[in-house]
């Protein structure tokens, strides 16, 4: 396989990699090196690629296995530190916060979603896979993503509510 049909498979969903990458470890700088890491994976494996049922899907499982090994791994406590002093360029805070108030709120709410209630939430919602792909790729059954999904739409939209009938978080 030459780099040119590789990129033409990876491509439509090199962004969805990173997506998933940036929403289990928040970090942009960490999801992108993550995304890196499985595209070089995916390139290792090149060969076995026509192998692949889904190659999308694969590459999301991928991803998230590498980050949430990532999490788990000694340098976890950094990815927090990383995490909490990281700003993004352009805009302050500040601005950010009142020109996407509910979007914002509710990456803050997701981030504190349990592991798998955030990945189903981030595949169904944000990347829009159906519930069948998304049991593929966590290796759940679609009932379990329906439940997981329902709840954590459930928590957003709680705490949505909370934060803004009291004005706190």
Request: contains cysteine.
């Amino acid at each position: 396989m030459q780099q040119a049909d590789f990129l033409k498979i990876v491509g439509p969903f090199q962004d969805k990699l990173f997506r998933l990458a940036k929403r289990l470890l928040t970090s942009r700088e960490e999801a992108e090196d993550a995304t890196q890491e499985v595209l070089l994976k995916l390139w290792n494996k090149k060969k076995n690629m026509g192998e692949y049922k889904n190659v999308e899907a694969f590459a999301m499982t991928m991803t998230k296995n590498f980050c949430l090994d990532r999490l788990k791994s000694k340098q976890a406590g950094n990815l927090k530190l990383v995490h909490t002093n990281y700003e993004e360029k352009g805009s302050s805070l500040q601005k950010k916060i009142e020109a996407n108030d509910s979007v914002t709120w509710v990456q803050r709410i997701m981030e504190d979603l349990p592991e798998q209630q955030k990945m189903v939430l981030q595949l169904r919602d944000v990347e829009e896979y159906d519930y069948d792909e998304i049991a593929d790729m966590l290796e759940m059954k679609p009932t379990a993503v329906r439940v997981a999904l329902s709840r954590a739409r459930k928590t957003v939209r709680d705490k949505l509510i909370k934060k803004h009938s009291y004005g706190i978080g």
